[in-house]
């Protein structure tokens, strides 16, 4: 007695049947690479974006920097303008009536005493 269930045709069909995959979508992997990409493209943008801001940041210190620098080597001449021989003689004579000793004058005093 044969049977249609046991027919080796039907058997194959049904085989077939269940040994196939589901059918593929096919923008599925075409919208994950343009998703994928898009991502890439905005995280690229991004540390563009980051780098400019460092790169502003850099220039503005730079010229702060420059500024210091100018201001020290301003400074610095001030001090040596007012630390002279020359502005203190003539601020001992101006302010407190001193003038400079005659160097034929000056006497030195030996304290040691003698051995």
Not at 13 to 20: I, Q, T, V
Not at 89 to 100: H, T, Y
Request: net charge positive; charged share 25%; hydrophobic share 45%.
């Amino acid at each position: 007695m044969s049977t249609v269930a046991d027919s080796p045709r039907l058997d194959t069909h049904a085989r077939r049947r269940r040994g196939r995959a589901a059918p593929a979508r096919p923008f599925t992997g075409g919208i994950a690479w343009i998703v994928a990409v898009g991502v890439l493209l905005a995280g690229i943008v991004a540390v563009n974006v980051v780098v400019l801001q460092l790169n502003l940041q850099l220039d503005g210190l730079g010229r702060e920097r420059a500024e210091l620098r100018a201001d020290n080597a301003r400074l610095r001449s001030r001090l040596s303008s007012a630390s002279s021989n020359a502005r203190i003689e003539r601020d001992a004579a101006a302010r407190l009536g001193l003038r400079a000793a005659d160097p034929l004058t000056l006497t030195y005093v030996d304290l040691r005493t003698p051995k």
